[in-house]
């Protein structure tokens, strides 16, 4: 293959913005020093890429995975089991709360106060 043409790479990917992802991320993998898969005939690692899709000599699923490792930002950690045990000790905290009357605030109890302090005063009157 003398010329690498998108339309070529299109039957593997169908999707052009896949396929420029992938492409990216397969020229960058070259660059970082990965085997190539086809001659590198003076190409640049963008053609290169473009042609090992092209001819199919390199994975699309491995380029994929190769793809969403690079991108990410936060890698998922699997949460110990203590997170359980929080959780039931969170919800026994809750129910016990729950089950006291609540206490009145320093505003109601204010309030109250003033309240009676009125009805004293209109009994004296």
């Known amino acids: 293959m003398a010329r690498v043409t998108v339309e070529d790479c299109v039957q593997r990917v169908p999707n052009r913005f ?3 992802m992938r492409a990216g991320q397969r020229a960058r993998d070259i660059s970082a020093g990965a ?3 086809v001659d590198r005939d ?7 890429a473009l042609r090992e899709i092209a001819d199919g000599t390199i ?4 380029l994929h995975e190769s793809l969403i490792r690079g991108l990410q930002k936060h890698a998922e950690v699997d949460e110990p089991e203590e ?8 919800q ?5 709360l729950a089950a006291q009357p609540p206490e ?3 505003a109601q109890a204010a309030a109250e106060a003033d309240y009676s302090g009125e009805t004293a ?3 004296d009157v």
């Open 18 to 20: 896949d396929l420029v």
């Open 42 to 48: 003076r190409d640049k690692n963008p053609v290169v």
């Open 121 to 123: 005063a209109e009994e």
């Open 83 to 90: 997170t359980s045990e929080l959780m039931e000790l969170e």
């Open 92 to 96: 026994e905290v809750a129910a016990a």
């Open 59 to 62: 994975g699309l699923e491995q």
């Open 104 to 106: 009145p605030s320093d």
């Open 35 to 37: 085997q190539l898969t």
